[in-house]
């Protein structure tokens, strides 16, 4: 699996079709320092870019765009697969997380225009705001979320 020729791909569609975008998840932590093993790759972006990116990547989709309510997530996604990797792409607003603390739903705070450059894997692209980044995995209250909220929690540039 090669995550960054996966990142790479998503990465020059987005930016092809010039829509904004926000690396999100695991790989958004690992901007921020976490170094546990990746398991795919998150990018939230406008819900009304999301047919566009469903079209542009059709001919390597898993899981075809709708709405989904797994894993703590109430998100309309698209799923694409490259090189071995899983890409995840949801629109916002409109997505949700289950805050595991309060047994409730709650919308995501995910601002694109508070998102930052950044460069991972040789990829330049933007990423979360730590703070929103940490906000939802606290949250979420996944083993691998608990994990990223160490790595957060630690001054990174």
Same mark, same amino acid.
């Given at each position: 699996?090669s /995550?960054a020729?996966? %990142?790479? *791909?998503i990465? =020059?569609l987005?930016?092809?079709? /010039?829509?904004? +975008?926000? !690396?999100?998840?695991?790989?958004?932590?690992h901007?921020?320092?976490?170094?546990?093993?990746?398991? =795919?790759?998150d990018l !939230?972006?406008?819900a009304?870019? !999301?047919?566009?990116?469903a079209?542009?990547g059709?001919?390597?989709?898993?899981?075809p765009l #709708?709405r989904?309510?797994?894993?703590?997530w =109430?998100? #309309?996604?698209v799923? +694409?697969k490259? #090189?071995?990797v899983?890409?995840e792409i $949801?629109? @916002?607003? $409109?997505?949700r997380? +289950? =805050?595991k603390? /309060?047994? @409730? *739903?709650? &919308?995501l705070?995910?601002?694109?225009?508070?998102a930052?450059?950044?460069t991972? %894997? $040789?990829?330049? %692209?933007?990423?979360?705001?730590? &703070? #929103?980044?940490?906000?939802?995995?606290?949250?979420?209250?996944r083993?691998?979320? @608990?994990?990223d909220?160490?790595a957060?929690?630690t001054? /990174?540039p």
């Amino acid at each position: 699996m090669s /995550h960054a020729a996966a %990142l790479r *791909w998503i990465i =020059d569609l987005l930016n092809e079709q /010039h829509i904004p +975008f926000l !690396l999100c998840g695991g790989l958004a932590a690992h901007v921020y320092g976490a170094r546990r093993p990746l398991n =795919d790759i998150d990018l !939230l972006v406008p819900a009304d870019r !999301l047919q566009e990116i469903a079209a542009a990547g059709a001919a390597v989709t898993t899981k075809p765009l #709708e709405r989904r309510c797994e894993e703590g997530w =109430d998100v #309309e996604y698209v799923q +694409f697969k490259v #090189e071995g990797v899983k890409i995840e792409i $949801g629109g @916002t607003p $409109g997505a949700r997380i +289950f =805050d595991k603390g /309060h047994s @409730t *739903w709650r &919308d995501l705070e995910a601002n694109l225009a508070k998102a930052r450059p950044a460069t991972l %894997l $040789g990829v330049a %692209l933007q990423v979360m705001d730590r &703070d #929103e980044l940490a906000a939802y995995k606290v949250m979420l209250g996944r083993e691998v979320d @608990t994990e990223d909220l160490i790595a957060l929690s630690t001054p /990174h540039p």
